[in-house]
């Protein structure tokens, strides 16, 4: 029997309702701590609630940013989910998948206590 190869897929989005501070960029910071913690678990929650969640292992928040020329009322995150794929296993449904989540955060507008920009949700890609 060949074991299940544990793959990542990427997750972003842009929060409207938290501003972006340089406490953000820095991983060692209480607030960057704090809020990779809050997005891991909501994530999580969210992921292990969707067609991957049998094989959804978990996701990990990689960092926090603004893009340039935006709102620092803004701020984008980026995440690294990870599932074990069987052998012989369809290719993970990123459109699928982005559909869920959509639908699971209200048209992509609300992911717990934050607002997110409904045009900023990528999954893999």
Avoid: W
Avoid at 63 to 69: A, Q
Avoid at 86 to 95: K, S, T
């Amino acid at each position: 029997t060949t074991a299940a190869a544990l793959e990542h897929f990427t997750v972003n989005f842009t929060i409207t309702n938290l501003p972006y501070t340089s406490d953000l960029e820095n991983p060692d910071s209480a607030k960057f701590r704090a809020t990779r913690r809050v997005m891991n678990t909501l994530l999580d929650r969210l992921l292990k609630d969707s067609s991957i969640g049998p094989v959804f292992q978990g996701c990990e928040t990689t960092g926090f940013r603004y893009e340039p020329g935006s709102d620092r009322d803004q701020t984008r995150v980026d995440a690294v989910c990870t599932y074990s794929k069987e052998p012989g296993a369809a290719p993970l449904d990123r459109v699928g998948l982005y559909h869920q989540v959509s639908n699971k955060t209200r048209g992509i507008t609300q992911l717990g206590p934050y607002s997110l920009d409904k045009d900023s949700l990528y999954v893999n890609g």
